[in-house]
């Protein structure tokens, strides 16, 4: 079946970095532009980031613009994150979603990951 | 960046409650918007795209309507397993969301 599987996430402490993974599987993983959603604690959902799905485009939030890196390896079906210079604001349960359309993105996100958690903390 | 304000934060209901969530985005964003459930510990779920479009497998107790501005998410009996958070989301630039809307038991 369709599915999505995050990893990666641990306490980091601040300043340092951290890259998440999202090992994708059940569909033509090259064909679908991919984001990352996060949600801190007791909070809503923010978009992170969005990569086309050729790798060709990337558009982040301005919360982590230039301190994230969203990028896919479509030869094993993974999506990552690299994460740099995290702060306590970064302390969430990351997902990775796909987006609902094939190729160019859409911005619907219709399958999502069960999410991995990334605690920012001295 | 498009600002999705939803309305009310929290709900109180029952079932077979009629009940409706409201989001206003900050310029007109034609159709494109998106509702999404979250239960606790879950990932969220899509469950309205393009305002109107049902996902597959979603009730049909679920529906959304509104143009422009001005978007509802209304759900038509409330059932046990509609207590959750729902979001909105607009699609027609890189993703916003609203707020969220949880609706609790009565």
């Known amino acids: 079946q369709v599915q999505l599987v995050e990893s990666g996430g641990g306490v980091v402490q601040p300043g340092r970095s951290l890259r998440l993974s999202c090992e994708a599987s059940g569909f033509t993983f090259s064909v679908y532009g991919m984001h990352w959603v996060r949600q801190a604690p007791g909070k809503g959902l923010e978009w992170v980031a969005v990569?086309?799905?050729?790798?060709?485009?990337?558009y982040y939030a301005d919360s982590v613009k230039g301190r994230f890196t969203i990028s896919r390896d479509n030869s094993k079906n993974t999506l990552y994150l690299q994460m740099n210079s995290l702060r306590a604001e970064d302390t969430a349960v990351y997902y990775c979603?796909?987006?609902?359309?094939?190729?160019?993105?859409?911005?619907?996100?219709?399958?999502w990951g069960q999410g991995t958690t990334v605690t920012v903390s001295s | 960046d498009i600002q999705m304000t939803q309305s009310p934060s929290s709900l109180s209901a029952s079932v077979g409650d009629r009940v409706t969530i409201t989001c206003r985005a900050s310029?007109?964003?034609?159709?494109?918007v998106n509702w999404y459930q979250q239960k606790p510990g879950k990932a969220p779920k899509l469950l309205i795209y393009t305002t109107f479009s049902l996902q597959s497998g979603v009730p049909s107790r679920f529906s959304g309507s509104g143009s422009g501005t001005e978007f509802t998410l209304t759900i038509g009996s409330l059932q046990p397993e509609d207590f959750a958070t729902y979001f909105c989301q607009q699609s027609y630039t890189v993703p916003t969301f609203g707020g969220g809307t949880k609706v609790e038991v009565k």
């Open positions: 990569i086309w799905y050729d790798g060709s485009n990337d």
């Open positions: 979603a796909r987006d609902s359309r094939e190729l160019r993105p859409g911005h619907t996100m219709d399958v």
């Open positions: 310029q007109i964003i034609g159709s494109y």
